[in-house]
């Protein structure tokens, strides 16, 4: 039984996401006590956290594109 690639990418986007979100809140994002190194004046953890965001909004483009029930004839 085999499931169609759609479905395939929808596991994937959840699974990153899901990920994406457990990696969020470890020292690797949120480090205590550093506000080191600075790019373009930000500290790393409002960076990073913007990172994160950028990868959110890419995981739920392509959620949205690839969502098992997108195409469906049905909904009303």
């Keep these: 039984m085999s499931t169609t690639p759609n479905k395939t990418y929808w596991?994937?986007?959840v699974a990153a996401?899901?990920?994406l979100s457990i990696i969020?809140?470890?020292p690797l994002v949120?480090?205590?006590g550093v506000y080191e190194p600075m790019l373009f004046g930000?500290?790393?953890t409002l960076w990073v956290s913007f990172l994160v965001m950028?990868?959110?909004v890419i995981i739920t483009y392509i959620g949205t594109r690839v969502h098992p029930g997108r195409n469906?004839?049905?909904a009303d």
Excluded: G, Q, S
Aim: hydrophobic share 50%; charged share 15%.
């Design 17 to 19: 996401a899901f990920l």
């Design 72 to 74: 469906d004839k049905d």
């Design 24 to 26: 969020t809140f470890t």
């Design 30 to 32: 949120i480090p205590a």
């Design 42 to 44: 930000i500290p790393y």
């Design 11 to 13: 596991y994937l986007c």
């Design 54 to 56: 950028i990868l959110f």
